[in-house]
């Protein structure tokens, strides 16, 4: 056997005898050389390098902030999920878990992600969802004039979602005659909520490619949605959490601060 072939072989779990490899069919008579070669799990070559901001961060949970242009999840290389345990601690508790996203935000979006460091974590901050005891809050720029502030009911995919919002700011824009900034509130997690309930009332959020009016979508600069908050009461402590995420660049030049 070569030594390139006994190399190739040495590579697979495989059992040799007398450095070839063995078979249901190899007789043992005595004296032979055998050997068992065990194979440990190969670690990918190739890993994720993505630095996360931290916003909050304790033994039961961390909020980070998430850029633009990347999946929360998923089968992708490139995920918020796969880039969590190189930026958070490990938690010392007992049902310490790798650390798991426990809602979404669209590719396109950015801000506050909250994620879970425990297996209780896991199941108590998504019975906070379900109970609607985290309230969050997202900024959009918005196309159109717009009502000073409203309650958008319509249904999404057959399901009850509901968005409060109100207007903060107007400018002239003389390609989309105004724009707007909006603070809103969804009140329901549907997909895609915000968005599809801004477009169905003629409002469409700067950017959007996927709800926009073609015409009017602006190609380059990103979505204009960002969560900015949340607040909620820590399930293990009892504290109010209320954590905020600065709004993005993009949104301080069309608005700056007064």
């Given at each position: 056997?070569?030594?390139?072939?006994?190399?190739?072989?040495?590579?697979?779990?495989?059992?040799?005898?007398?450095?070839?490899?063995?078979?249901?069919?190899?007789?043992?008579?005595?004296?032979?050389?055998?050997?068992?070669?065990?194979i440990?799990?190969?670690?990918?070559?190739?890993?994720?390098v993505?630095?996360?901001?931290?916003?909050?961060?304790?033994?039961?949970?961390?909020?980070?902030?998430?850029?633009?242009?990347?999946?929360?999840?998923?089968?992708?290389?490139?995920t918020?999920?796969?880039?969590?345990?190189?930026?958070?601690?490990?938690?010392?508790?007992?049902?310490?878990?790798?650390?798991?996203?426990?809602?979404?935000?669209d590719?396109?979006?950015?801000?506050?992600?909250?994620?879970?460091?425990?297996q209780?974590s896991?199941?108590?901050?998504?019975?906070?969802?379900?109970?609607?005891?985290?309230?969050?809050?997202?900024?959009?720029?918005?196309?159109?004039?717009?009502?000073?502030?409203?309650?958008?009911?319509?249904?999404?995919?057959?399901?009850?979602?509901?968005s409060?919002?109100?207007?903060q700011?107007?400018?002239?824009?003389?390609?989309?005659?105004?724009?707007n900034?909006?603070?809103?509130h969804p009140?329901?997690?549907?997909?895609?909520?915000?968005?599809?309930?801004?477009?169905?009332?003629?409002?469409?959020?700067?950017?959007?490619?996927?709800?926009?009016?073609?015409?009017?979508?602006?190609?380059?600069?990103g979505?204009?949605l960002?969560?900015?908050?949340?607040?909620?009461?820590?399930?293990?402590?009892?504290?109010?959490?209320?954590?905020?995420?600065?709004?993005?660049?993009?949104?301080?030049?069309?608005?700056?601060?007064?």
């Amino acid at each position: 056997m070569t030594k390139s072939a006994l190399k190739k072989a040495l590579k697979k779990r495989c059992v040799t005898v007398n450095n070839q490899i063995a078979s249901t069919a190899t007789f043992i008579y005595g004296g032979e050389t055998i050997a068992y070669t065990r194979i440990h799990p190969i670690k990918s070559k190739k890993e994720l390098v993505l630095p996360l901001k931290i916003l909050y961060e304790d033994d039961y949970l961390a909020m980070i902030h998430k850029p633009a242009g990347i999946l929360v999840s998923g089968n992708s290389f490139k995920t918020i999920a796969r880039a969590l345990p190189q930026n958070l601690k490990k938690s010392p508790l007992a049902d310490g878990t790798e650390p798991q996203p426990v809602h979404r935000l669209d590719y396109p979006t950015t801000g506050i992600l909250l994620v879970a460091k425990t297996q209780t974590s896991i199941r108590l901050l998504n019975k906070l969802f379900e109970n609607k005891g985290i309230y969050k809050t997202y900024y959009a720029v918005t196309i159109g004039q717009m009502e000073k502030e409203g309650i958008l009911t319509a249904d999404i995919d057959g399901k009850t979602a509901v968005s409060g919002f109100s207007l903060q700011r107007t400018v002239a824009s003389e390609r989309f005659k105004a724009l707007n900034l909006i603070r809103l509130h969804p009140q329901t997690g549907r997909r895609h909520q915000l968005r599809k309930h801004l477009y169905a009332i003629g409002n469409p959020i700067l950017g959007d490619q996927e709800y926009g009016i073609e015409a009017m979508v602006l190609k380059g600069k990103g979505l204009y949605l960002h969560a900015y908050s949340l607040q909620f009461t820590h399930p293990f402590t009892g504290k109010k959490i209320h954590v905020e995420a600065e709004l993005p660049t993009r949104f301080t030049k069309l608005f700056p601060p007064l």
